[in-house]
């Protein structure tokens, strides 16, 4: 309800196990006070891109 009320049009939680978040679609002309609103939580823009997925951050650490 909350996003919701800032302009959000729709959403989708993700992620498991020890945490997760939400993915909202909010159109442009509303983003910024969107992100006022839900000031409170941490704000992640993102965007889609034809290229498809890519690496963006790469700890070095292996598992094997």
Do not use: I, Q, W
């Not at 309800?1 to 800032?6: C, I, L, M, R």
């Not at 498991?16 to 939580?41: I, L, N, T």
Request: with cysteine; aromatic share 10%; proline share 3%.
């Amino acid at each position: 309800d909350e996003a919701k009320s800032a302009g959000a049009l729709g959403g989708k939680v993700a992620g498991a196990g020890g945490g997760g978040f939400c993915v909202f679609f909010v159109p442009a002309d509303k983003r910024e006070h969107f992100a006022g609103k839900m000031r409170e939580h941490l704000v992640v823009p993102f965007k889609f891109v034809d290229e498809g997925s890519t690496v963006v951050y790469d700890s070095g650490e292996r598992l094997n």
